[in-house]
């Protein structure tokens, strides 16, 4: 979900990246970082800005293509990124409790 600003594409932070935030205590805003997705914030202040902008994400893929293909697709995500996304607060961490 992007929307056109200032000559660049800007994510739509979804409902589910929303909900996420919320269970792992931080505010997601979009990105000031035309290359990623999200800034994520932690106690007011800027932990992180993860996300490639132009990939896709799970709640795309649920929006775009269903639920099945969503799934499948967060399968291989996790497992493409099994190595960076374990550490917790890191970027890979952030992308997966809140992306996928």
Do not use: C
């Not at 996300?51 to 994400?57: F, I, K, Q, S, W």
């Amino acid at each position: 979900m992007y929307t056109a600003t200032a000559g660049r594409m800007k994510y739509r932070i979804t409902n589910y990246t929303r909900k996420m935030a919320n269970k792992i205590g931080v505010v997601v805003k979009p990105s000031s970082d035309p290359q990623k997705k999200i800034d994520v914030y932690r106690n007011s202040r800027k932990i992180a800005s993860v996300g490639a902008a132009g990939m896709n994400d799970f709640p795309t893929y649920i929006r775009t293509r269903g639920m099945a293909y969503a799934k499948t697709r967060r399968r291989l995500y996790k497992m493409r990124h099994e190595r960076d996304r374990h550490l917790k607060w890191s970027n890979g961490w952030l992308a997966d409790k809140l992306l996928w």
